[in-house]
C-alpha cells in the first residue's frame, strides 16, 4: 500500500512540473529484448571493457564504445536516444537518481514481460515462454476493435511467440513474427526482404530471426500501409547477452538506436505520422549486474532482473529528458499509457495497472 501511495505522490508531483501534452493520433512501440538500463544510462560498462579474460572481443568493445565518462559513453553507444529523446522526449530509469522502473510481474523474463508490457497486467498465471495462446486482452486489441484503429493495428517481431502473446487468433491483428513472410499484395521490396529472412544466418538456431530482417519488414510495411498502431519487438541484444558475446550486445544496441531514429526521421517527415506520433520505446525485463556473469542472465533468480527503463517521444510526451527525481513506476503502466496518450481509456475484462500520467493535468 505504501509503495501505491509513493506511486500517486510521484505522479502528483511530477505532473505540476510539466504543461498539458496533447493527444497523439498514432503509437509506435519498439522493444529491446533483456537490454539493461545500465547501459543506457552508463554506455558500455567499466568492468566488461577491461575484462581480459572475456569470450567477447574486449579490445573491440574497448575501440568502439569506450570513452572515460558515462556520459560520452552512453552517446557513443546510443547517439539518437542521447540528442533526440534527451532533449525532446523522457528516459525513466536511471537508478542512480532513485528514478525507477521495474517489472511488476516476479518472473522477469520475457512471456511475462510482454504480456505485462501490453495487457496491463502482471498476471501471475503467465509464467512460460511456451506458445501459450494469451488469455488476457491487450491494448492493441482493445483499441483495434474501435472505428479509428481497426485493420491500421499490427505486431512485427524477431521472436516467432508474439502470435501468442497477442492472442493472433482472438485478437485478430496482424502479426509478423519469426521467420513467417508478410502475405498480401506485396511491393518489390517487400518481397525482397520476404526472401531475405530466409538466406540471412539462421544465428539464433529456432524461432528467431535477426532484427535486421524484422526492421525492415516492419519499416517498409509502415512506408506501404501507414498503420496506426505499430509494434516492432527487437530481440539481438536478449539473445546476444545469452550467449555472452559483450561487442555484439553493445553492436545490436547500436544499429537498434539507429533504425529508431530512421523511424522517428520518417515519422517526422510523412504527412500521416508528423507531429501526431508518439514513439514508446522499452524493455521486456533486466539482466544482472555486471561484476559478475549474472549480465548474460535474467530470470526471477537474477537479482536485478527487474530493473527495466522506459523511454518515449512525441506530441503526448513531456520534453523532461533524462528523469532525475525520486518515483517508481511500474511495467504494467504502459498499456494504460498508450490508450490514455490517444485520448482512449483501456478497459479490459481485467483490471490493468494505471497510466503513467505523466505530462497531463
Ligand atoms: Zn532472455
Known amino acids: 500500500m505504501k509503495k501505491f501511495f509513493t506511486i500517486i505522490l510521484a505522479t502528483i508531483l511530477f505532473d505540476n512540473a510539466y504543461t498539458q501534452t496533447n ?11 533483456g537490454f539493461r538500463w545500465q547501459e543506457l544510462f552508463g554506455g558500455a560498462d567499466s568492468v566488461l571493457c577491461f575484462d581480459t579474460t572475456a569470450e567477447y572481443s574486449y579490445k573491440y568493445v574497448q575501440k568502439q564504445f569506450w570513452a572515460p565518462t558515462a556520459v560520452e559513453r552512453r552517446k557513443k553507444l546510443m547517439p539518437f536516444f542521447w540528442s533526440q529523446i534527451a532533449s525532446k522526449g523522457m528516459l525513466l530509469g536511471n537508478r542512480q537518481y532513485g528514478n525507477f522502473v521495474n517489472n511488476a510481474n516476479p518472473y522477469w523474463f520475457s512471456y511475462p514481460g510482454y504480456n505485462e508490457i501490453f495487457t496491463g497486467y502482471p498476471d501471475k498465471g503467465v509464467n512460460s515462454n511456451d506458445k501459450i495462446p494469451n488469455p488476457n486482452e491487450n491494448v492493441f486489441e482493445y483499441l483495434n476493435k474501435m472505428p479509428e484503429f481497426k485493420n491500421k493495428t499490427v505486431v512485427f517481431g524477431s521472436w516467432d511467440v508474439y502470435s501468442s502473446i497477442f492472442n493472433e487468433a482472438r485478437s485478430g491483428l496482424l502479426v509478423n513474427d519469426g ?23 539462421d544465428l539464433f538456431h529456432g524461432g528467431e530471426r535477426l532484427d535486421l ?3 525492415n519488414i516492419a519499416f517498409e510495411y509502415m512506408k506501404v500501409n501507414k498503420p496506426k498502431l505499430m509494434y516492432i519487438g527487437l530481440g539481438d541484444t536478449d539473445e546476444w547477452a545469452h550467449a555472452g558475446r559483450y561487442d555484439y550486445y553493445l553492436d545490436a544496441i547500436q544499429k537498434s538506436d539507429a533504425w529508431i531514429r530512421q523511424i522517428w526521421e520518417y ?13 514508446i520505446i522499452t524493455t521486456d525485463h533486466g539482466r544482472g549486474s555486471a561484476d559478475s556473469s549474472n549480465w548474460k542472465h535474467h530470470g526471477e533468480k537474477i537479482y536485478n532482473a527487474s530493473e527495466i527503463w522506459i523511454a518515449a517521444i512525441g506530441p503526448s510526451v513531456p520534453p523532461s529528458g533524462e528523469n532525475k527525481t525520486s518515483a517508481h513506476y511500474q511495467q504494467g503502466q504502459i498499456a494504460a499509457t498508450i490508450a490514455e496518450w490517444l485520448g482512449k481509456s483501456f478497459k479490459p475484462k481485467h483490471t490493468p495497472l494505471p497510466a503513467l500520467s505523466i505530462g497531463k493535468k
Open 23 to 33: 493527444t497523439s493520433e498514432n503509437i509506435i512501440v519498439i522493444t529491446m529484448d
Open 179 to 201: 521467420f513467417r513472410d508478410l502475405g498480401g499484395k506485396l511491393t518489390e521490396r517487400q518481397q525482397l526482404f520476404n526472401r531475405l529472412q530466409h538466406e540471412m544466418p
Open 213 to 215: 530482417a524484422t526492421f
Open 267 to 279: 515519422i517526422q517527415s510523412t504527412k500521416e505520422y508528423a507531429n501526431k506520433t508518439t514513439l
